[in-house]
């Protein structure tokens, strides 16, 4: 199997958050997409790992930021490459509460959709949320919405173990 043709898929970058008993939680991922249209519902895989995956369980809801080009590495650093096990991640970046309690942010947004899990479907390493999608709207910017290819070319981001997409360098 060649795996760079896998390399030729394309995603976005999103933040994905839960709030739990006021603890705000979130990562970044590349891996949401819109599953079907009626109702309108969304699928994110999550690694068993991160501790936003605990946080979406123990919620059952997600708030969905699509995040856009100019989107600062402050904000998409810790998201990306911390835990909420070690950092609050929510500190000095600007966001609200969805209708579902979930924090959406405000900063570099392009649009914030707000979705409950209907089903998580086990896939080993990672879950995946089949989510119906309760609210959505766009967030007034001149942004586009950030590719994941965008994130790698141009802001020269790096991959996560944890990122579904993830391979090996030394498998490549
Ligand atoms: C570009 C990029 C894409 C990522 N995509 C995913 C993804 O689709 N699913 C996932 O579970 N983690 C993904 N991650 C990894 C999480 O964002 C990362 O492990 C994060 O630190 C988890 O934080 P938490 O422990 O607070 O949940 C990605 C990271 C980066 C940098």
Do not use: W
Request: hydrophobic share 35%; net charge negative.
């Amino acid at each position: 199997m060649d795996i760079s043709a896998m390399f030729k898929l394309s995603y976005g970058i999103y933040l994905i958050c839960t709030e739990n008993e006021g603890k705000r939680r979130g990562c970044l991922v590349n891996t949401v997409f819109q599953l079907t249209a009626e109702p309108v519902r969304i699928g994110v895989s999550v690694a068993k790992g991160n501790m936003t995956h605990d946080e979406i369980v123990k919620k059952g809801s997600i708030g969905v930021t699509v995040m856009g080009e100019s989107a600062d590495y402050h904000i998409l650093g810790p998201f990306g490459y911390r835990s909420s096990r070690d950092v609050d991640k929510f500190e000095g970046v600007p966001h609200h509460m969805d209708i579902n309690g979930n924090p959406l942010i405000d900063v570099n947004a392009v649009s914030q959709i707000s979705c409950t899990v209907e089903k998580a479907i086990d896939m080993d390493t990672h879950t995946l949320f089949v989510c119906r999608v309760d609210d959505a709207q766009n967030v007034e910017s001149t942004d586009e919405p950030m590719t994941y290819k965008f994130y790698r070319d141009v802001r020269k981001g790096h991959s996560s173990k944890y990122a579904p997409t993830y391979v090996d360098p030394s498998k490549k």
